[in-house]
Protein backbone atom coordinates (compact mmCIF):
# COMPACT_ATOMS: atom_id res chain seq x y z
CA UNK A 1 0.00 0.00 0.00
CA UNK A 2 3.02 2.27 0.85
CA UNK A 3 6.05 3.33 -0.79
CA UNK A 4 9.12 3.97 1.44
CA UNK A 5 11.05 6.85 -0.81
CA UNK A 6 9.81 10.16 -0.82
CA UNK A 7 6.64 9.81 -0.81
CA UNK A 8 3.83 8.24 0.99
CA UNK A 9 1.37 6.07 -1.50
CA UNK A 10 -2.05 5.31 -0.81
CA UNK A 11 -4.94 4.21 -3.30
CA UNK A 12 -8.22 5.63 -3.43
CA UNK A 13 -10.63 7.45 -5.65
CA UNK A 14 -13.55 9.71 -3.69
CA UNK A 15 -16.32 11.35 -4.90
CA UNK A 16 -18.93 12.77 -2.43
CA UNK A 17 -22.02 11.01 -1.29
CA UNK A 18 -24.43 12.84 1.11
CA UNK A 19 -26.10 9.37 1.35
CA UNK A 20 -23.23 8.17 3.50
CA UNK A 21 -23.54 11.12 5.95
CA UNK A 22 -24.41 11.33 9.16
CA UNK A 23 -24.63 14.31 11.70
CA UNK A 24 -25.50 13.68 15.63
CA UNK A 25 -24.19 14.55 19.32
CA UNK A 26 -21.98 13.73 21.91
CA UNK A 27 -23.46 14.93 25.26
CA UNK A 28 -22.76 13.80 28.85
CA UNK A 29 -25.89 13.48 30.30
CA UNK A 30 -26.79 12.33 34.18
CA UNK A 31 -30.13 10.56 35.28
CA UNK A 32 -31.58 9.93 38.41
CA UNK A 33 -33.89 6.67 39.44
CA UNK A 34 -35.02 5.32 43.13
CA UNK A 35 -35.63 2.19 44.29
CA UNK A 36 -39.18 2.62 45.97
CA UNK A 37 -41.37 -0.49 47.14
CA UNK A 38 -41.94 -1.68 43.63
CA UNK A 39 -38.55 -1.34 41.84
CA UNK A 40 -35.90 -3.88 41.95
CA UNK A 41 -32.18 -2.43 42.33
CA UNK A 42 -31.78 -3.52 38.83
CA UNK A 43 -34.35 -2.34 37.05
CA UNK A 44 -33.57 1.17 39.07
CA UNK A 45 -30.35 0.67 37.24
CA UNK A 46 -32.10 0.70 34.19
CA UNK A 47 -34.90 3.68 34.79
CA UNK A 48 -31.80 6.23 35.56
CA UNK A 49 -30.21 5.15 32.24
CA UNK A 50 -33.31 5.90 30.71
CA UNK A 51 -33.66 9.14 32.25
CA UNK A 52 -30.18 10.36 31.20
CA UNK A 53 -30.83 8.88 27.74
CA UNK A 54 -34.31 11.17 27.55
CA UNK A 55 -32.17 13.91 28.98
CA UNK A 56 -29.36 13.71 26.60
CA UNK A 57 -32.59 13.97 24.04
CA UNK A 58 -33.81 16.96 25.48
CA UNK A 59 -30.99 19.26 25.92
CA UNK A 60 -29.52 18.49 22.39
CA UNK A 61 -32.95 19.59 21.14
CA UNK A 62 -32.48 22.66 23.41
CA UNK A 63 -28.89 23.25 22.14
CA UNK A 64 -29.88 23.10 18.45
CA UNK A 65 -32.95 25.38 18.82
CA UNK A 66 -30.61 28.11 21.03
CA UNK A 67 -27.42 28.01 18.98
CA UNK A 68 -28.10 26.69 15.66
CA UNK A 69 -30.19 29.68 14.70
CA UNK A 70 -32.04 28.02 12.06
CA UNK A 71 -33.67 31.03 10.58
CA UNK A 72 -36.41 29.36 8.47
CA UNK A 73 -39.36 28.14 10.97
CA UNK A 74 -40.13 25.44 8.91
CA UNK A 75 -36.15 24.22 8.66
CA UNK A 76 -35.97 24.66 12.38
CA UNK A 77 -39.30 22.72 12.94
CA UNK A 78 -37.98 19.88 10.74
CA UNK A 79 -34.67 19.73 12.68
CA UNK A 80 -36.57 19.51 16.00
CA UNK A 81 -38.70 16.69 14.42
CA UNK A 82 -35.46 15.29 13.71
CA UNK A 83 -34.56 14.86 17.20
CA UNK A 84 -37.98 14.09 18.75
CA UNK A 85 -37.08 10.64 16.95
CA UNK A 86 -33.76 10.67 18.20
CA UNK A 87 -31.83 7.17 18.94
CA UNK A 88 -29.45 7.46 22.26
CA UNK A 89 -26.40 5.08 21.49
CA UNK A 90 -24.40 4.69 24.98
CA UNK A 91 -20.55 5.87 24.47
CA UNK A 92 -19.47 5.49 28.12
CA UNK A 93 -20.92 5.21 31.28
CA UNK A 94 -18.94 8.01 33.36
CA UNK A 95 -20.33 7.20 36.61
CA UNK A 96 -22.55 5.07 38.84
CA UNK A 97 -23.48 6.65 42.70
CA UNK A 98 -25.79 5.54 45.10
CA UNK A 99 -27.31 7.87 47.77
CA UNK A 100 -29.78 7.70 50.31
CA UNK A 101 -32.55 10.10 49.69
CA UNK A 102 -34.48 10.66 52.79
CA UNK A 103 -37.93 10.89 51.35
CA UNK A 104 -37.56 8.14 48.23
CA UNK A 105 -35.20 5.68 49.51
CA UNK A 106 -32.13 4.03 48.01
CA UNK A 107 -31.86 6.31 44.87
CA UNK A 108 -29.08 5.92 41.78
CA UNK A 109 -27.34 8.51 39.82
CA UNK A 110 -26.34 7.72 36.47
CA UNK A 111 -23.47 10.32 34.32
CA UNK A 112 -23.20 8.58 30.70
CA UNK A 113 -21.55 9.91 27.40
CA UNK A 114 -24.06 9.61 24.62
CA UNK A 115 -24.50 9.55 21.13
CA UNK A 116 -27.60 11.66 20.02
CA UNK A 117 -28.99 10.64 16.28
CA UNK A 118 -31.66 12.63 14.84
CA UNK A 119 -34.08 10.53 12.40
CA UNK A 120 -32.79 10.17 9.64
CA UNK A 121 -35.47 10.33 7.04
CA UNK A 122 -35.88 13.80 8.64
CA UNK A 123 -32.41 15.04 8.47
CA UNK A 124 -32.18 13.74 4.67
CA UNK A 125 -35.76 16.45 4.01
CA UNK A 126 -34.17 19.09 6.06
CA UNK A 127 -31.28 18.45 3.32
CA UNK A 128 -32.91 18.31 0.52
CA UNK A 129 -35.30 21.49 1.43
CA UNK A 130 -32.21 23.51 1.93
CA UNK A 131 -28.57 22.59 0.27
CA UNK A 132 -27.61 25.74 1.52
CA UNK A 133 -27.71 24.51 4.42
CA UNK A 134 -23.95 23.05 4.04
CA UNK A 135 -22.26 26.21 4.00
CA UNK A 136 -24.64 27.68 6.60
CA UNK A 137 -22.30 28.22 10.03
CA UNK A 138 -25.29 28.62 11.81
CA UNK A 139 -26.78 25.38 10.99
CA UNK A 140 -25.78 21.43 12.42
CA UNK A 141 -21.65 21.06 11.74
CA UNK A 142 -21.56 19.70 8.03
CA UNK A 143 -18.17 18.50 6.67
CA UNK A 144 -17.73 17.59 3.04
CA UNK A 145 -15.21 15.51 0.61
CA UNK A 146 -14.35 15.18 -2.28
CA UNK A 147 -11.73 14.61 -4.82
CA UNK A 148 -10.44 15.95 -8.06
CA UNK A 149 -11.80 13.64 -10.47
CA UNK A 150 -14.00 10.74 -9.81
CA UNK A 151 -11.49 7.94 -11.04
CA UNK A 152 -8.29 6.85 -10.92
CA UNK A 153 -5.75 4.45 -12.30
CA UNK A 154 -2.82 3.26 -11.19
CA UNK A 155 -0.14 5.74 -10.96
CA UNK A 156 -2.50 8.50 -11.15
CA UNK A 157 -2.26 11.06 -7.99
CA UNK A 158 -4.94 12.17 -5.94
CA UNK A 159 -5.97 15.18 -4.09
CA UNK A 160 -8.55 15.03 -1.29
CA UNK A 161 -10.53 18.19 -0.38
CA UNK A 162 -12.44 18.50 2.54
CA UNK A 163 -14.77 21.50 4.03
CA UNK A 164 -16.85 22.55 6.51
CA UNK A 165 -20.08 24.94 7.03
CA UNK A 166 -18.39 26.37 10.52
CA UNK A 167 -15.08 25.83 12.75
CA UNK A 168 -14.20 21.88 12.96
CA UNK A 169 -11.87 18.92 14.34
CA UNK A 170 -11.29 16.65 11.80
CA UNK A 171 -10.06 12.47 11.41
CA UNK A 172 -9.89 11.82 7.81
CA UNK A 173 -9.27 7.81 7.49
CA UNK A 174 -8.81 5.88 4.15
CA UNK A 175 -9.51 1.97 4.19
CA UNK A 176 -8.29 0.21 1.43
CA UNK A 177 -9.35 -2.90 -0.28
CA UNK A 178 -7.54 -5.14 2.23
CA UNK A 179 -8.81 -3.80 4.72
CA UNK A 180 -5.84 -1.88 5.83
CA UNK A 181 -6.15 1.46 7.08
CA UNK A 182 -4.37 4.99 7.63
CA UNK A 183 -5.22 8.23 8.69
CA UNK A 184 -4.28 10.87 6.11
CA UNK A 185 -5.32 13.88 7.93
CA UNK A 186 -3.68 14.94 10.51
CA UNK A 187 -0.80 13.20 9.45
CA UNK A 188 3.61 13.58 10.22
CA UNK A 189 3.48 16.66 8.62
CA UNK A 190 0.67 17.94 8.92
CA UNK A 191 -0.21 17.59 12.84
CA UNK A 192 -3.19 20.76 13.16
CA UNK A 193 -6.43 18.82 13.72
CA UNK A 194 -8.43 22.08 13.77
CA UNK A 195 -10.23 23.68 10.74
CA UNK A 196 -12.05 26.96 9.92
CA UNK A 197 -15.40 26.95 8.41
CA UNK A 198 -15.91 28.06 4.69
CA UNK A 199 -13.00 27.36 4.02
CA UNK A 200 -11.75 24.26 1.66
CA UNK A 201 -8.40 22.30 2.41
CA UNK A 202 -6.76 20.64 0.58
CA UNK A 203 -4.89 16.58 1.00
CA UNK A 204 -1.74 16.71 0.37
CA UNK A 205 -1.28 20.41 0.26
CA UNK A 206 2.09 21.78 -1.22
CA UNK A 207 4.36 21.26 1.81
CA UNK A 208 3.42 18.34 3.06
CA UNK A 209 6.03 16.38 1.06
CA UNK A 210 4.21 13.44 0.32
CA UNK A 211 1.57 12.52 -2.19
CA UNK A 212 -1.49 10.20 -2.61
CA UNK A 213 -0.72 7.83 -5.54
CA UNK A 214 -2.55 5.28 -6.74
CA UNK A 215 -1.43 1.41 -6.53
CA UNK A 216 -2.15 -1.88 -5.83
CA UNK A 217 -4.88 -3.53 -4.12
CA UNK A 218 -7.57 -2.32 -5.92
CA UNK A 219 -11.21 -2.71 -5.13
CA UNK A 220 -13.71 -0.66 -3.51
CA UNK A 221 -12.31 1.62 -0.69
CA UNK A 222 -13.39 4.07 1.65
CA UNK A 223 -12.63 7.26 2.97
CA UNK A 224 -14.06 8.40 6.36
CA UNK A 225 -14.21 11.57 7.55
CA UNK A 226 -15.03 12.28 11.67
CA UNK A 227 -15.93 15.75 12.42
CA UNK A 228 -16.53 17.28 15.65
CA UNK A 229 -17.28 20.69 17.26
CA UNK A 230 -15.20 19.81 20.63
CA UNK A 231 -11.79 17.60 19.84
CA UNK A 232 -12.36 13.80 18.87
CA UNK A 233 -10.96 10.95 20.90
CA UNK A 234 -7.77 9.48 20.99
CA UNK A 235 -7.19 6.27 18.53
CA UNK A 236 -3.68 4.16 18.41
CA UNK A 237 -1.78 5.40 15.35
CA UNK A 238 2.03 4.37 14.06
CA UNK A 239 3.90 5.84 11.95
CA UNK A 240 4.35 4.83 8.39
CA UNK A 241 5.84 6.73 5.51
CA UNK A 242 4.44 10.41 6.02
CA UNK A 243 1.06 8.66 6.88
CA UNK A 244 0.02 7.17 10.41
CA UNK A 245 -0.82 3.67 10.40
CA UNK A 246 -3.97 3.13 11.90
CA UNK A 247 -3.52 0.47 14.92
CA UNK A 248 -7.17 0.74 16.63
CA UNK A 249 -9.39 -1.95 15.21
CA UNK A 250 -11.81 -0.97 12.86
CA UNK A 251 -14.72 -2.15 15.10
CA UNK A 252 -13.66 0.15 17.91
CA UNK A 253 -12.77 3.02 15.63
CA UNK A 254 -15.84 5.02 15.36
CA UNK A 255 -16.43 4.77 19.33
CA UNK A 256 -12.98 5.68 19.92
CA UNK A 257 -13.42 8.56 18.29
CA UNK A 258 -16.89 9.58 19.55
CA UNK A 259 -15.05 9.58 23.05
CA UNK A 260 -14.89 13.56 22.36
CA UNK A 261 -13.45 15.47 24.74
CA UNK A 262 -16.61 17.83 26.29
CA UNK A 263 -15.78 20.49 27.77
CA UNK A 264 -17.04 20.62 31.48
CA UNK A 265 -20.11 22.82 33.21
CA UNK A 266 -18.84 25.67 35.26
CA UNK A 267 -21.27 24.62 37.91
CA UNK A 268 -19.79 21.08 37.29
CA UNK A 269 -23.27 19.25 36.24
CA UNK A 270 -23.99 17.42 33.05
CA UNK A 271 -25.34 18.21 30.20
CA UNK A 272 -22.78 19.19 27.97
CA UNK A 273 -22.80 18.69 24.05
CA UNK A 274 -20.83 18.45 20.50
CA UNK A 275 -21.93 18.27 17.55
CA UNK A 276 -20.52 15.39 14.91
CA UNK A 277 -20.20 14.52 11.68
CA UNK A 278 -19.24 11.20 9.88
CA UNK A 279 -19.29 10.34 6.35
CA UNK A 280 -17.86 7.17 4.91
CA UNK A 281 -17.39 7.78 0.76
CA UNK A 282 -17.22 4.72 -1.30
CA UNK A 283 -14.01 4.41 -3.25
CA UNK A 284 -12.80 2.61 -6.00
CA UNK A 285 -9.40 2.33 -8.13
CA UNK A 286 -8.22 -0.10 -10.71
CA UNK A 287 -5.41 -0.68 -13.54
Known amino acids: MFRTTLYAAVLLVLSYSASH ?3 SSIIDAEGIACMGDDRSRKQTESAALTDAKKKAVEYVATHLTSETEVKNFSLEKDLVAAYAHAEVKLIQELSKEW ?3 PNAGDC ?9 IPDRAAMQKLAAQS ?6 PSAPLTVR ?3 DKKSYQAGEKVKVFIKGNKPFYARVIYRDAAGEMVQILPNAHRTENYFNGGTMYEIPAGGDGFELEVNPPFGEENIIVYAGSAPLGEIATAPRGGMLEVKTKAKDLGVRTRGIKIAERKDGGAGRAAEFFEDTVKVTTGK
Open 21 to 23: AAQ
Open 99 to 101: YRD
Open 108 to 116: LKVRIKAEV
Open 131 to 136: PAMADD
Open 145 to 147: AWT
